[in-house]
């Protein structure tokens, strides 16, 4: 018989929880590496400028504060206009599709699943493939259309996707869920690939939207994207505990009180809008989404309260990271965002996650 | 008292149980017993309403169905058979999450008296040496104690136990059925488990259901429902023989 009326009323005085209490010092570090890694970003490049330079420019910038002497306009334009754009951009990107990953791998209660599962990516590139094929153009909204019907058709998907599971499945079961996103994936590449090989000439453009890419995207694109970062992530945010209950499965998490359809729905919505964003701004880069949550789990446990702060943290710094290393590995030509994620990632992610596992 | 009327419920709109009633009161363990696939768990699912059901299911004179989720929860826990765990959750989180029901506000963490809940259920299943400890490093007994605690942290009116004592050495079980028989006649508290070694049902429980087929058999005292005959029908072997033989080879 366990002592269980023996045991002295201890009380846990602690005035936060644990793990929690440890990782505040951690998330600090990490807000100054990610500043770091920001000014690293913009400053590194065909002409590299120094981070105290950089700073006066920003400085410059937004409140008017005279420039330090030896900037010159031409530095300030690259900066300003190309560099500084481009890493935020990357940084909004990055964040985004791992926040988004480490939501549906509990929503869904499955370490493989990731947002490209549940069919975003492929609904965007069918609507891009057709948007390059028919050479339409939205009026007024010039070299916009393209994240615009991007980010459209991939939310259109995941909506098409959930509405199917809901009527198949009233219970919106996980699998389900995985096997509808499966067959629309499927049917929509099949799609874009018949409509590839009927007009061959496009079929480069096409490809090199896929691929993912950061470059020539302005101040418009960082625009568009902080919108519907800051309403994904402060969804998601909301539903920390949920996602926690759901990683458990959808029967504990219904029976310790959660309503999982109504919750299942809404941040499958919110991780929808995060990564229909992210694809619509750079294309279809794979793998953070994947990987960035399993490394902050493995890192910092599993509770979403930490696990979404610093995903947007490693996801947005990864990938300004691996942005870096694209365009300055062979200058002055650049390599795809989409392979380097993989071809850095994968190795740092199997050292980290098997090196602890010995 | 947790009482069952004229309840049917099953899957894709084919009832697995049919026409069940019950009452289970305060102070006891209720078993349901019967052979595989009879709709044991079935029925547990339709109380903790994971599964629509038709008939009523009234708790304290209130019909569960007016209950939001939430409500229910602070109401009856439910114990589920173990599922593989994929996220890096410790002891601590994992009970702690029992207490979601009582959190107010969206981004509120668990109050001084929710964790003294936490820490007690902890305690109350031998657990607290190794409450920072990750639930992927467990053995199947420790997880299935994690649960146990998590559904105490609830602190229900009514536990559900699906087959509580799964992965349990025999000291463990006994232990974990004495502490729950305790629970509930000193909080005076419903148990209702499905269970499937005989002898524990016979040894802990003050009333049993027996299944067949999806409709009851028997209910009432173990004496009452444990009748040779009966015991044959349902699961095709003399079970009163079988366990004398077994006892035989004791001595």
New interface residues.
């Given amino acids: 018989m366990y002592n269980y009326k023996e045991t002295p009323q201890t009380t846990y005085n602690n005035k936060k929880e644990p793990r929690i209490n440890q990782n505040n010092k951690a998330i600090l570090l990490l807000i100054l590496l990610t500043f770091l890694i920001i000014c690293l970003g913009t400053s590194i490049g065909g002409a590299n400028t120094s981070i105290k330079d950089i700073l006066s420019i920003i400085v410059y910038k937004i409140l008017a504060i005279p420039l330090s002497k030896g900037i010159d306009n031409n530095d300030v334009a690259i900066i300003w206009n190309l560099r500084l754009p481009r890493v935020l951009l990357a940084f909004i990107v990055g964040g985004s599709l791992s926040v988004s990953g480490a939501v549906v791998q509990s929503v869904l209660k499955n370490p493989l699943a990731s947002p490209y599962t549940l069919g975003v990516s492929s609904g965007a590139s069918l609507g891009i493939g057709l948007l390059i094929v028919s050479g339409f153009s939205i009026p007024f909204m010039g070299k916009l259309t393209m994240p615009i019907v991007g980010f459209l058709c991939g939310i259109v998907t995941i909506f098409a996707i959930v509405k199917f599971t809901s009527i198949v499945d009233k219970g919106m079961s996980n699998t389900t869920i995985i096997l509808s996103g499966m067959v629309f994936s499927l049917f929509f590449n099949a799609i874009l690939t018949t409509i590839t090989a009927l007009y061959s000439e496009d079929i480069k453009s096409i490809v090199l939207w896929q691929m993912g890419s950061f470059s020539m995207k302005g101040w418009s694109y960082v625009k568009i994207g902080i919108p519907f970062f800051i309403i994904g992530i402060t969804g998601v945010i909301f539903y920390c505990k949920e996602m926690d209950i759901l990683s458990f499965g959808e029967e504990q998490a219904k029976s310790v009180g959660v309503d999982t359809s109504r919750i299942k729905r809404n941040l499958l919505v919110f991780s929808a809008i995060l990564t229909g964003s992210a694809v619509a701004l750079s294309g279809t880069i794979g793998f953070v989404d994947l990987i960035v949550p399993h490394l902050v789990r493995r890192m910092f446990g599993a509770k979403h309260k930490i696990v979404i702060p610093i995903c947007i943290i490693f996801g947005g710094c990864f990938m300004v990271i691996t942005d870096l290393v694209a365009r300055t590995i062979i200058v002055p030509s650049e390599l795809p965002v989409g392979a380097i994620t993989a071809l850095i990632g994968a190795p740092f992610f199997a050292y980290i996650y098997f090196k602890k596992s010995k | 008292m947790l009482e069952l009327k004229n309840v049917s419920c099953g899957y894709d709109k084919v009832d697995v149980v049919r026409d069940i009633t019950f009452e289970a009161r305060r102070g006891e363990i209720l078993c349901i017993v019967g052979p595989n696939g009879c709709g044991k768990s079935t029925l547990l699912?339709a109380i903790?309403?994971?599964i629509e059901y038709s008939g009523n299911i009234v708790l304290d004179s209130i019909n569960i169905e007016n209950f939001?989720?939430?409500e229910?929860?602070?109401n009856?826990?439910?114990m589920?058979q173990t599922?593989n765990?994929?996220?890096?959750?410790?002891v601590?989180?994992?009970v702690?999450?029992?207490r979601?029901?009582y959190?107010k506000g969206?981004?509120s963490?668990?109050s001084?008296d929710d964790?003294?809940i936490?820490?007690?259920a902890i305690?109350?299943?031998?657990l607290f040496e190794l409450k920072?400890k990750q639930i992927s490093e467990l053995s199947g007994g420790q997880l299935q104690r994690v649960?146990l605690a998590?559904a105490f942290a609830?602190n229900p009116e009514v536990i559900l136990l699906d087959e509580p004592t799964n992965h349990l050495d025999l000291k463990c079980q006994v232990?974990i059925l004495?502490?729950l028989s305790?629970w509930a006649k000193e909080n005076n508290k419903i148990v209702i488990g499905v269970l499937h070694d005989l002898n524990l049902v016979n040894l802990f429980s003050e009333k049993i259901v027996m299944l067949s087929q999806g409709e009851i058999i028997g209910k009432g005292t173990p004496k009452e429902v444990f009748l040779e005959e009966d015991l044959e029908t349902v699961y095709k072997i003399n079970v009163k023989k079988f366990m004398l033989k077994a006892l035989k080879k004791w001595e």
Avoid: M, W
């Fill in positions: 699912k903790g309403k994971l939001n989720r939430k229910l929860a602070k009856i826990a439910l589920t599922n765990i994929y996220f890096p959750y410790t601590y989180e994992t702690s999450l029992g979601y029901a959190l969206v981004l963490s668990l001084k964790r003294n936490v820490i007690e305690k109350s299943v031998g920072d649960f998590r609830q232990e004495e502490y305790c």
